[in-house]
């Protein structure tokens, strides 16, 4: 049943999970996804504060953060950086020698894409520059971000191969399905495709969805994180 006194008090306290409406995967608990994840001693800065209908909730940053520590990921791309704060976090986790590449669209973005996308699924931001939070602490030289629209950019001059692709763009089926066909292409063999919104975007759960016919892809109780263990 709907908690909708819940929702009432707190609406984003449903947008984070209770508005899981889509997606045909099963929820499993983050260990059985990653056996050893409970062990992972993990930073986490700034996590508190974020936009939360845009950002990771902080639980899900920590779920990020553990996936990076026990995975010892250390050449990550997140397509879309917004204000930076999990690029942050992703690199504050990564080891020393570490890369978070981050991609977002310009500050002088002419509203023009390479894909076509209804306007609702535009979900370009207005936090320009992007990648404010990550900047003058400890952790910026281990971030790089890249401008440039991801459907249009060439992946293959990224840094390839990575270890993990985190894929939080365009919502847009069309978006999802060519984020998540170029990173299933420029992620290592035992690395990690993990897309943000599976259950509450109708277009990410599509794509999720489809691609889990092709690898292992798990959705993380809790969460709307799905993890696509490419082999
Ligand atoms: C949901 S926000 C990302 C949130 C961020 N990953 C986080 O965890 O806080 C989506 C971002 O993708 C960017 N974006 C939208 N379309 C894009 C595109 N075609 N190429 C690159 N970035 C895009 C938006 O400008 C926005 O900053």
């Known amino acids: 049943m709907l908690p909708v006194r819940a929702m009432l008090g707190d609406p984003l306290a449903y947008h984070t999970v209770g508005s899981w409406t889509f997606g045909r995967l099963p929820r499993v608990d983050i260990t059985q996804a990653f056996p ?19 950002s990771v909730t902080p639980h899900e940053m920590a779920v990020l953060c553990a996936i990076v520590r026990s ?3 250390k050449r990550i791309l997140e397509i879309g950086t917004f204000d930076g704060r999990t690029a ?26 390479a894909l076509k996308v209804p306007h609702h699924a535009m ?16 952790y ?5 971000q890249v401008y440039g629209d991801s459907a249009a950019l060439d992946w293959s001059a990224l840094g390839v191969p990575f ?20 990173a299933l292409g420029s992620v290592r063999q ?30 993380i109780r809790s969460t709307s994180l799905a993890v696509g263990f490419v082999s």
């Open 36 to 54: 050893r994840i409970e062990e992972a001693e993990i930073v986490l800065v700034k996590p508190l504060g974020g936009d939360a209908e845009t």
């Open 71 to 73: 995975t010892g990921a």
């Open 88 to 113: 942050l976090n992703l690199a504050a986790n990564a080891p020393a020698d570490g890369l978070v590449t981050t991609v977002d669209l310009p500050a002088d973005w002419n509203r023009g894409l």
């Open 123 to 138: 979900n370009a931001t207005s936090v320009l520059p992007s990648g404010l939070k990550y900047r003058d602490t400890p």
């Open 140 to 144: 910026a030289p281990r971030v790089r």
């Open 163 to 182: 270890d993990m692709v985190f894929i939080d763009g365009c919502h847009s089926y069309d978006y999802v399905m060519s984020d998540t066909l170029r």
């Open 190 to 219: 035992g690395g990690l495709v993990i897309w943000h919104d599976y259950g509450m975007i109708e277009d990410v759960s599509r794509v999720v969805d489809e691609t889990a016919s092709r690898i292992q892809v798990r959705a």
